[in-house]
Nanobody, 126 residues
Framework: QVQLAESGGGLVQPGGSLRLSCAAS????????VGWFRQAPGKEREGVSC????????SYADSVKGRFTISRDSAKNTVYLQMNSLQPEDTAVYSC???????????????????WGQGTRVTVSA
């Protein structure tokens, strides 16, 4: 059974940092493209960042470029999202997702993703 488990969310002040983790079981993430998505209250889910399974190609939404960094730890079968300089508009439920990418490419479009975690809440507030 495939499971993606997010952790690391919480309450942080503007300008602060959090590191989200996406730990997988039932699959080896090295063969999967992994994305982070977020959904703020009253808004549609949006893509934040994604990473390819092969060369580690990464992609970021314009709103988080320069502040967020996605990375993998193969030994831990985990993908991370380091979030710095957090702002109130980053408040959302963050979910990770994965799909098997045989060609080694990654797509930001959420329709590609087959497996989803339950999400972790991030609140940025003073």
């Amino acid at each position: 059974q495939v499971q993606l488990a997010e952790s690391g969310g919480g309450l942080v002040q503007p300008g602060g940092s959090l590191r989200l983790s996406c730990a997988a079981s039932g699959i080896t993430l090295d063969y999967f493209a992994v994305g982070w998505f977020r959904q703020a209250p009253g808004k549609e889910r949006e893509g934040v960042s994604c990473i390819s399974p092969s060369d580690g190609e990464t992609s970021y939404a314009d709103s988080v470029k320069g502040r967020f960094t996605i990375s993998r730890d193969s030994a831990k079968n985990t993908v991370y999202l380091q979030m710095n300089s957090l702002q109130p508009e980053d408040t959302a439920v963050y979910s990770c997702a994965a799909y098997l990418s045989i060609a080694g490419q990654v797509h930001a479009d959420r329709s590609y993703y087959d497996y989803w975690g339950q999400g972790t809440r991030v609140t940025v507030s003073a």
